[in-house]
C-alpha cells in the first residue's frame, strides 16, 4: 500500500525567501508525482503534475523536481510571497485512472 | 460549467440521519473521484467513476457509503445512519481521462455530525 509523507508539517518564513516542501513515497511504481495548493476552507488547486517518466516540472516560481528510486519529490518555491501561505499537498499517482494517494500537506506561512 | 461544483457547501447531521451529496463534474470529463479528508489531514481516496460505470470503490469506509453516477455526470454520494466519525470535508475530482490528465477538484462539501 502507498504511503506518502510530507516534511515539515509546517513552515513559517519572512517573505522573499526560497523554500523547499519535501514529499516522500514508498511505492516506486507510479503514473504521476502532483502538487496542489489548499486553501482554508477551500479545494485542491493543482500546481503541477510529473509524470513518471519526467524529472521536474516548472511553472513561474513553482518547480517540482521527481526522484522515482528514491521515492522522493520537492516543491521548490522562489521568492515567496505572502500570497503563498496554504497548505501544500503531494500525491502520488498509482493507477492508469488517476487514483491519488495524498501525504497529509505542509501548512506555509510566508509573512510579511 | 467553468468547475466542479459541490453541493451543498455544508451540511449538519444528526446521528443517525441519511445524507445525499451532490458533485457537478467538469462538461465532458469522464473519471469522477470522491475523496474523504479528515481535519488537519490530506484527502483519502473513497470511489471512483469512469461515465457511469463504478471501476473503484476500495475506499468506501462501510456499507454504509454508497456512490452512484447513473448518467455519466452529476455523481452523488450517500452516507446512511451517520456517525460522528463520518464528519469530515467529501471532495469531489473529475479529470478528462484519468491517468496522467489534471484532476480538477470542488470546494467540497464539509459534514459535521452531532
Known amino acids: 500500500k502507498q504511503e506518502v509523507t510530507q516534511i515539515p508539517a509546517a513552515l513559517s518564513v519572512p517573505e522573499g525567501e526560497n523554500l523547499v516542501l519535501n514529499c516522500s513515497f514508498t511505492d516506486s511504481a507510479i503514473y504521476n508525482l502532483q502538487w496542489f495548493r489548499q486553501d482554508p476552507g477551500k479545494g485542491l488547486t493543482s500546481l503541477l503534475l510529473?509524470?513518471?517518466?519526467?524529472r521536474e516540472q516548472t511553472s513561474g516560481r513553482l518547480n517540482a523536481s521527481l526522484d522515482k528510486s528514491s521515492g522522493r519529490s520537492t516543491l521548490y518555491i522562489a521568492a515567496s510571497q505572502p500570497g503563498d501561505s496554504a497548505t501544500y499537498l503531494c500525491a502520488a499517482g498509482g493507477t492508469s485512472y488517476g487514483k491519488l494517494t495524498f501525504g497529509q500537506g505542509t501548512i506555509l506561512t510566508v509573512h510579511p | 460549467g467553468a468547475g466542479v461544483s459541490q453541493s451543498p457547501r455544508y451540511k449538519v447531521a444528526k446521528r443517525g440521519q441519511d445524507v445525499a451529496l451532490r458533485c457537478d463534474p467538469i462538461?465532458?470529463?469522464?473519471?469522477l473521484f470522491w475523496y474523504q479528508q479528515a481535519l488537519g489531514q490530506g484527502p483519502e481516496f473513497l470511489t471512483y467513476f469512469q461515465n457511469e460505470a463504478q471501476l473503484d470503490k476500495s475506499g468506501l469506509p462501510s456499507d454504509r457509503f454508497f456512490a452512484e453516477r447513473p448518467e455519466g455526470s452529476v455523481s452523488t454520494l450517500k452516507i446512511q445512519r451517520t456517525q460522528q466519525e463520518d464528519s469530515a470535508v467529501y471532495l469531489c475530482a473529475s479529470s478528462l481521462a484519468g491517468g496522467n490528465t489534471e484532476a480538477f477538484f470542488g470546494q467540497g462539501t464539509r459534514l459535521t455530525v452531532v
Open positions: 462538461s465532458g470529463h469522464v473519471s
Open positions: 510529473i509524470q513518471s517518466s519526467q
